[in-house]
């Protein structure tokens, strides 16, 4: 055993406090480096467990949506792992005082190589406080459409109507217009434009509009919903449907398909025309030719010529 202690154990315990450097009046060994990286796993470990507790077990009895549930989970987390960061050091011997010149340089490293994950990461703490955006949500932010499903520290992942996840930088959120369509209220007015023939009736036209949209199970009853006679189209008179509705919030695409369906078949019921986009042209003078055929327009036996003096 003596023999063993020698050979094995005494140069692993020189090699494991072997002093690397000094931070102050603290020694720095591979056994306090060691020490560090082990508790600040359990550190991460259990700030995880204690945030998902405090989100499952205490905040769901309360009144708070589940967007400010996660913002004070989240806060909760980080003061954690600030505070027990700090104390894992001062337990290696750490002063922390002797760490000023360090924390200079890595702001000065952040101001110029970490400006990114700073500002993504501040940006977040800004979303958390302010919730501008939260977990539920209905947004867009440039070409991304979606429900915000995380808010983390450096990115906000959505979730599309195609089960994609989109991870997208925290400060897109600050620094780029947000739509949200979840906003104080999820009661939302949809637009359905319609175009039917100039020989409709335009007062049956607006009836059967609002008539397939009080038939929707998905359309409230108040505010009801509207019509609007938009403008005379080059091929057909324009309205527009408006419904309020908060059933199909994350699912525009398919409350508008569900309308246009119900608009369709009610105009075929009545014999309302929809007509296909055309244009008409009139020949009067000049040379026509098809094939190996020519037709002056003047010509009555032209099969399209329109009578003299049109």
């Known amino acids: 055993m003596q023999e063993f202690r020698e050979t094995y154990l005494n140069p692993l315990f020189e090699l494991l406090n072997y002093n690397l450097f000094a931070l102050g009046e603290a020694r720095i060994t591979p056994l306090s480096i060691v020490y560090i990286l082990i508790f600040t796993a359990v550190l991460i470990f259990i700030s995880a467990r204690l945030r998902q507790l405090l989100i499952s077990r ?63 990461f501040i940006s977040g703490l800004i979303i958390m406080f302010e919730r501008p955006i939260k977990v539920g949500d209905r947004i867009e932010v440039g070409p991304v459409h979606g429900k915000v499903v995380s808010i983390g520290a450096r990115s906000t992942s959505i979730q599309t109507n195609d089960n994609i996840a989109i991870i997208v930088p925290n400060s897109k959120f600050i620094s780029e217009n947000v739509i949200n369509w979840s906003f104080g209220d999820e009661l939302i007015r949809f637009k359905v434009p319609v175009g039917v023939g100039y020989d409709s009736d335009v007062d049956l036209v607006s009836r059967l509009l609002v008539e397939a949209s009080s038939e929707n199970e998905d359309v409230v009853d108040s505010p009801p919903p509207s019509v609007r006679f938009l403008e005379f189209g080059d091929h057909a008179l324009l309205f527009e449907l408006r419904a309020w509705s908060r059933a199909r919030l994350h699912r525009p695409g398919l409350f508008r398909s569900n309308l246009n369906f119900a608009i369709l078949k009610k105009f075929r019921e009545h014999g309302i025309e929809v007509p296909n986009k055309q244009h008409d042209i009139h020949l009067r003078t000049g040379r026509v030719s098809l094939g190996k055929e020519t037709w002056e327009i003047d010509n009555p036996n032209f099969p399209w010529a329109p009578e003299k003096g049109q």
């Open 58 to 120: 205490l905040l769901t009895r309360t009144k708070l949506d589940i967007g400010a549930q996660q913002a004070i989970g989240t806060v909760t987390r980080y003061i954690i792992l600030f505070v027990g960061f700090l104390i894992i050091l001062q337990t290696v011997g750490i002063d922390l005082t002797t760490l000023n010149v360090l924390a200079g340089a890595v702001g000065i490293g952040i101001g110029f190589g970490l400006q990114n994950i700073a500002n993504n």
